[in-house]
């Protein structure tokens, strides 16, 4: 397809702005342009939200009437005063970073949900990547995000007569999608080369404007490739291993050589989780260029500013490729680079992986962790989880000292907030809070009972009101059970407490939980003073059959008499439905199986709308939760607790069961003389104020900014070729000294409570300031865990490489203390650039 065919349609004069609208999705939040794409197309905007498609589905005639009124031009004048002012306005960052991030962050990932719009995206993993990239826009953050444009993306879900999931590919058309062709000097359509076995695959770049940042898609769907090759972008997350490596080298590889093709340098490279890993493989080899340099310099000189974030739970979540798979298609790549494929492996093989042949395996995490200077997990216990999973990458340290940080996740508040919450929370904190460094807390004290009240009472009616026009959607009369005015939702009350859940359905995620006990769950759904309905959406992977099962499970139940019309389950959850679903619903569920929750961040989106949360202690529930703000189920656990047993299931349904017949419907129904639920307003209030500022995006990016990317590009900028070049034979000499380092004596001498440890070390050479030795002691009953630095006092005598190092600690009893040598570097993120540790035996 030519660039041509791309040309946007002609627009009156007085109107061309709107391209420039349209065309940049903050109006997927931002919704002061909602009445002009209303307006040139009602049906079109209220059935899409798509307002590319809809100034495309325009006719010529209503532009001209349109151009012509009076009251449209004034509202589109005013739109793009605005939009003006947006682009000029200072922001968080222009304010308070001072340019430190000035060449920009590039931030890549396999999928972005910034609406439903723009279908790139299956899950929670899109979602979070599409509200980092609104709220960095928000803040002024320079971000510039990598992905692929699929043509068809994730699937389209629809659910047979038997509960069967049934999938669906509808083609994505780029013409009627919310981005551009990217452009050239030359005003030619850009295109990279990636070479696969054989050919050189060309990739088609688009560009989408997300407010001040810029989403950069690739896509291979060019004529000139071969139709095998055309399709390496067809859809999300293929099962086939063989495209699955394809789209991760069109993502990385590509997706680098896209940035270097616009002239652009970013000062720091952020993935989000391993599928990205060959980004960072292709941003050293064009620094190595650069610079003439090799590649472990190259390595060296751009990890420091590499950020791994990774939200797996489990270890088989990281992608695997066999080594044959990787010989074949990353040879060519590698062919005239100084890496080749064995030392490839090196980077991200560890003895256990293999597939059933032997064949070793390459773990895009492994690979991921070897050219990154930090790496994080999405919650304080997916700290914890990732500690765990990536302890093979850290022979001989202990879980705690694995160098993973954590960064909890939030939602871009601004994409969730109902029209009634939005009123309360401007009059509340200011109509452009969401702009601003969010505070720990925005007081609600104006706001009175009654208010928070109505809101909530006319968010659930339009959600049950939305939910009858989907389930007609749906074709709720062709397939009842057996009540037609049941399955179409007319029996939803818009007074009853709504439950929701809506999410993957995956085992871990246990959403069968209240199927365990059906008569309980029944007699909840039927109490004649205090009913409760519930509303159910998501989709399993198509590869996933038990989650298939539990969606049929779910439906069946659905389909008794006896709870007809008050379960209702949404087909084809998208980011439309969730929109609905968050702004309406009173307590939304969520029961995954512990530790497996990296976050959660589908409960965040309830907080800005006053719903609250009955969850699992788990993920970010696990930081958030409190007795005033909802609901826990086995609040408290810890992750050593429960990290080893998968065997809760009974108790926890029984605890889910529990609190809500002993809490939440009484506390729902619980009404004072005026009719509206006192304590239950509490609650809504004390989870508006403590935790939406808490968990959204703009403290999110804040702390990617602050934490990581300002002083990792401080740390990066100190990395010239040649100091990374010193820094590659220091690490090179330490690494050949390392097996001949020993402790050769051990001296504990103990006095009013303190014991003083003097321990002799052989260095083999290996320089004393690039050396730290530490006293070690485990939690146990005499204390909590304690790392002591040792003190370098002396060169033993005799020795021209002994030293002697000694420090004095609280008396634990004999064995309790133990003394190891590490690396020790200021210049250097230790231990994940280098691992090498020595225990005294």
Same mark, same amino acid.
């Given at each position: 397809m030519?660039?041509?065919a ?16 349209a065309?940049d ?15 040139? %197309? ?8 798509n ?6 589905s ?39 970073? +001072?340019?430190?991030? %000035? ?7 396999m999928?972005?949900?910034l ?14 990547a599409?509200d ?37 590919y509808?083609?994505n ?10 452009r ?6 850009? +295109? ?26 690739l ?17 999300l ?15 990385g ?11 652009? %340098? ?16 292709? +941003? ?11 590649f ?43 890496l080749?494929?064995?030392q ?18 390459l ?6 962790l ?5 790496v994080n997990?999405?919650?304080?216990i997916? +700290? ?10 850290f ?6 000292d ?9 939602i ?18 200011g ?7 969010m ?10 009972d009654?208010?928070?009240?109505n ?8 959600l ?13 009369e ?16 818009n ?8 999410r993957r ?35 399993a ?5 038990s ?16 709870a ?18 968050v702004?309406g619903v ?8 512990h530790?497996?929750?990296a ?61 809500l ?15 509206r ?25 804040r ?5 990581f ?6 740390l990066g ?31 504990v ?33 005499y ?36 003394p ?22």
């Amino acid at each position: 397809m030519t660039l041509a065919a791309y040309r946007p349609r002609q627009l009156p004069e007085a109107l061309n702005g709107l391209f420039s609208l349209a065309l940049d999705l903050r109006w997927s939040w931002h919704h002061g342009s909602d009445v002009l794409w209303r307006t040139l %197309d009602q049906e079109t905007w209220d059935s899409t939200r798509n307002a590319w498609l809809v100034l495309n589905s325009a006719s010529g005639e209503r532009l001209d009437e349109l151009s012509r009124d009076p009251e449209f031009l004034a509202r589109y004048r005013e739109q793009m005063d605005a939009h003006e002012l947006f682009v000029r306005a200072r922001t968080w960052y222009s304010e308070h970073c +001072r340019d430190e991030l %000035d060449r920009g962050i590039a931030f890549f990932c396999m999928e972005y949900g910034l609406s439903e719009s723009l279908p790139l995206y299956s899950g929670g993993l899109g979602v979070l990547a599409g509200d980092y990239l609104k709220a960095a826009s928000d803040l002024g953050v320079p971000v510039t995000a990598v992905g692929l444009l699929y043509q068809q993306g994730y699937f389209r879900q629809a659910i047979s007569t038997d509960g069967e999931q049934l999938e669906f590919y509808p083609y994505n058309d780029p013409t009627m999608l919310p981005v551009s062709p990217l452009r050239d000097e030359d005003d030619q359509w850009l +295109r990279v080369i990636v070479p696969l076995p054989g050919r050189d695959v060309r990739l088609r770049a688009w560009v989408g404007q997300v407010g001040h940042c810029e989403l950069l898609l690739l896509d291979s769907n060019d004529p000139r490739n071969e139709p095998g090759d055309r399709g390496i972008t067809s859809e999300l997350y293929s099962g086939d291993p063989e495209k699955r490596l394809q789209q991760e080298m069109v993502l990385g590889i590509g997706g680098w050589r896209l940035l270097r093709a616009l002239g652009r %340098d970013p000062v720091a490279c952020h993935i989000n989780e391993g599928h990205c890993a060959l980004a960072l493989l292709e +941003r050293a080899f064009g620094w190595a260029h650069d610079n003439e340099r090799d590649f472990d310099t190259a390595r060296m000189a751009t990890r420091a500013t590499n950020l791994f974030t990774t939200h797996t739970s489990v270890a088989a979540g990281f992608d695997r490729f066999p080594r044959r798979l990787v010989q074949l298609y990353l040879d060519p790549w590698l062919a005239g680079q100084d890496l080749t494929v064995d030392q490839l492996m090196d980077l991200g093989t560890h003895n256990s992986d293999q597939d059933t042949t032997g064949d070793p395996l390459l773990n895009m995490a492994w690979l991921a962790l070897n050219m990154s200077g930090r790496v994080n997990g999405v919650s304080r216990i997916h +700290r914890k989880v990732s500690q765990t999973i990536l302890q093979d990458f850290f022979p001989r340290w202990p879980s705690e000292d694995i160098p993973v940080e954590y960064v909890t996740n939030g939602i871009h508040t601004p994409s969730w907030d109902s029209p009634e919450s939005d009123e309360l929370w401007t009059r509340a904190c200011g109509k452009d809070r969401w702009r601003r460094p969010m505070q720990a807390t925005c007081p609600m004290s104006e706001i009175s009972d009654q208010d928070l009240w109505n809101m909530r009472l006319s968010q659930r009616k339009r959600l049950i009101h939305y939910l009858r026009r989907r389930l007609a959607s749906q074709h709720c009369e062709h397939n009842p059970g057996n009540d037609p005015a049941a399955a179409c939702g007319l029996l939803l009350d818009n007074e009853t407490l709504t439950l929701g859940f809506a999410r993957r359905f995956t085992d871990y995620k246990r959403p069968n939980l209240l199927l365990s006990d059906p008569d309980r769950l029944l007699a909840l759904l039927n109490h004649r003073d205090k009913p409760v309905q519930i509303v159910l959406a998501g989709k399993a992977h198509p590869y996933d059959k038990s989650g298939k099962e539990l969606i049929r499970r779910w439906k069946q139940f659905s389909r008794m008499p006896e709870a007809e019309g008050k379960v209702v389950f949404i087909e084809d959850y998208d980011l439309g439905v969730a929109n609905q679903l968050v702004q309406g619903v009173d307590v939304c569920l969520n029961t995954p199986r512990h530790p497996w929750e990296a976050c959660g961040t589908s409960g965040m989106k309830v907080l800005v709308n006053g719903g609250l949360n009955l969850s699992q202690f788990d993920g970010w529930w696990a930081e958030a939760w409190n007795p005033d703000v909802g609901w826990a189920i086995r609040p408290g656990a810890t992750f050593e607790e429960l990290s080893h047993t998968n065997d809760h299931d009974e108790s926890d349904a029984r605890e889910l069961f529990d609190l809500l017949e002993q809490q939440v419907v009484p506390a729902f129904y619980r009404v004072d003389q005026e009719g509206r639920p006192r304590d239950w307003i509490t609650m809504i209030r004390a989870s508006m104020d403590q935790l939406t500022a808490h968990y959204s995006a703009n403290r999110m990016v804040r702390e990617y900014v602050e934490d990581f990317y300002r002083p990792m590009v401080a740390l990066g900028r100190q990395r010239d070729p040649d100091t990374a070049h010193a820094l590659v034979q220091e690490s090179r000499e330490i690494n050949a000294h390392w097996s001949r380092l020993r402790f050769t004596s051990i001296e504990v001498e103990e006095q009013d409570q303190q014991q003083t440890f003097t321990v002799d070390v052989y260095l083999d050479g290996v320089p004393a300031e690039h050396i730290g030795v530490e006293l070690i002691a485990e939690a146990s009953e005499y204390g909590p865990r304690q790392v002591h630095p040792m003190e370098r006092k002396q060169a033993m005598e005799g020795s021209a490489r002994g030293w002697i190092y000694q420090c004095t600690v609280p008396a634990r009893p004999e064995g309790h203390y133990t003394p190891r040598i590490r690396v020790r570097d200021d210049r250097l993120n230790l231990p994940l650039e280098n691992a090498s540790v020595l225990w005294l035996r």
